[in-house]
């Protein structure tokens, strides 16, 4: 333990103090139940409160028209993107910050938390840059209709300069999740959605001492907010936040811990890469099934599915990420079995809520799509509604894809995940939605077929990868 210390402090990292004995208890010595409940609650309602910025994003949109709403489905397709691409550093910051901290080695995760927000910053950087460039083309490349793609180029070319700072808020939230504390981020996600409710509305309809932008309105109330939360996680860091405190010195790049981070993330990094790139093809394929306006009222009802889609994704993502910080710490504490029992429960626990979330889906699909697309509801519902009754009975797969991969990762194993990306998406994903899509005119649902075979392909493969426990002998 001196010599980890000693190793930090000449990394400039300050002394912190070893997490409180409740929390550890609660992981790691307690019922696998509560320990998965005590970290997923919190992180759901941070989920809740991501989907609320996008669904006030969405619905705002639809005030306006189905052009509008393609076009922020668009700019939220590429804000998926940047949070994949923080994958490079994030799943690396994960893994190691909850293994140091199941050794009860603070000053050791703090270092490689202080470390990821370094290289976080410097993605960020990189991907405004790269996005801005992008904007016109993406559109451009999708087929799309004039009057959508220049909402879509106004819409990204806001949206992209909030990535520098954003990076805060994903990486810092990664590594107080690896650290057991789901709370902090929970707390900031609160301010992030209230300011993003009331600066985003505001704008767009000239509320108060708010100008009347209209349709711009809705990306600049949303960038306003994400560098607010990226502040707040700055003040909080800067001050040691659950035993993670933010130094100059400690964020001064060092090769080894730098390697060790890349060594987790690059394959989870190029994993997210592919996944979204899968998507993006994807996309194409569903924008190419109709020309004009029925383009237009079809993408907006992919937009609007998969947005709405969410609400499973949210229970899904937070057992995830309670199983990959306990699969983590367990191991660091050198309990295996612990750990694998934490994969199973939490991949059965989410599997319920999302079987829940699947049958609101099938019984009212045509009252969600009347919500968020009052303008044109009769063209976006009719390719909609069969679409999401359809995403209905693949719920259960969805939960295990996400559980089982994110626990994995939490293990350091990230080499398999990105294969069965592969294999899901070049294999499954995109064959059968071109054949159903477009050889069989099947429409967005006939497309659909290919996301339903992906993620019940992946969530197999998942699951039976993380049931051989061949992870928990893996080194990070």
């Not at 929390?23 to 989907?51: C, K, M, N």
């Not at 490689?112 to 996005?131: D, R, T």
């Not at 790049?253 to 899968?278: N, S």
Request: hydrophobic residues 55%.
């Amino acid at each position: 333990m001196s010599d980890v210390i000693n190793e930090a402090a000449a990394a400039g990292v300050a002394p912190t103090e070893v997490r409180p004995r409740a929390t550890r208890d609660i992981l790691l010595t307690g019922s696998v139940g509560a320990a998965l409940a005590w970290l997923a609650l919190p992180v759901l309602g941070e989920q809740v409160l991501h989907l609320l910025v996008g669904l006030v994003d969405t619905y705002l949109a639809g005030t306006v028209n189905k052009e509008a709403t393609a076009a922020i489905g668009l700019a939220t397709t590429v804000v998926w993107l940047a949070h994949l691409m923080f994958s490079f550093v994030g799943a690396g910051a994960a893994a190691l910050v909850s293994r140091h901290a199941g050794m009860n080695e603070t000053d050791r995760a703090n270092h490689f938390s202080n470390q990821a927000i370094a290289l976080a910053l410097l993605m960020g950087l990189l991907e405004c840059v790269l996005l801005w460039l992008a904007a016109p083309l993406l559109p451009w490349w999708l087929g799309w209709e004039p009057e959508p793609t220049r909402i879509a180029v106004q819409f990204l070319r806001i949206d992209c300069w909030g990535y520098v700072i954003y990076s805060l808020t994903l990486i810092g939230g990664a590594c107080w999740r690896g650290m057991g504390d789901t709370r902090t981020p929970l707390y900031v996600m609160c301010f992030v959605n209230v300011w993003n409710v009331v600066a985003s509305t505001s704008l767009r309809f000239g509320l108060g001492p708010a100008p009347n932008l209209g349709v711009l309105g809705i990306p600049l109330g949303t960038l306003s907010a994400r560098v607010l939360g990226g502040l707040i996680v700055l003040v909080l860091l800067v001050r040691g936040r659950s035993g993670l405190r933010l130094g100059l010195r400690a964020m001064r790049y060092r090769w080894t811990p730098v390697a060790r981070l890349l060594r987790v993330g690059i394959p989870a990094g190029i994993d997210g890469l592919l996944m979204w790139t899968g998507h993006f093809l994807f996309l194409r394929i569903i924008s190419g099934l109709r020309t004009g306006d029925e383009q237009a009222a079809i993408v907006a009802a992919h937009f609007v599915g998969i947005r709405v889609e969410a609400l499973s994704y949210m229970p899904a993502f937070a057992w995830a990420t309670a199983a990959a910080t306990l699969v983590g710490q367990s191991l660091g504490a050198a309990d295996p079995r612990r750990a694998m029992r934490s994969g199973h429960l939490a991949a059965l626990q989410g599997s319920a809520l999302c079987f829940v979330m699947g049958v609101l889906y099938f019984a009212f699909a045509p009252q969600i799509y009347y919500v968020f697309n009052t303008s044109d509801y009769a063209r976006v519902a009719a390719a909609g509604v069969p679409a999401l009754r359809g995403e209905a009975f693949f719920q259960v797969p969805l939960a295990l894809m996400i559980i089982y991969t994110i626990a994995l990762r939490g293990a350091g194993d990230t080499r398999w995940p990105l294969l069965f990306t592969v294999i899901g998406m070049v294999f499954v994903r995109l064959p059968l939605a071109y054949l159903g899509g477009v050889v069989l005119d099947g429409g967005l649902i006939g497309a659909w077929v290919g996301m339903y075979g992906d993620m019940t392909c992946r969530a197999i493969l998942s699951t039976v990868r993380f049931a051989r426990g061949r992870w928990q002998t893996i080194r990070v």
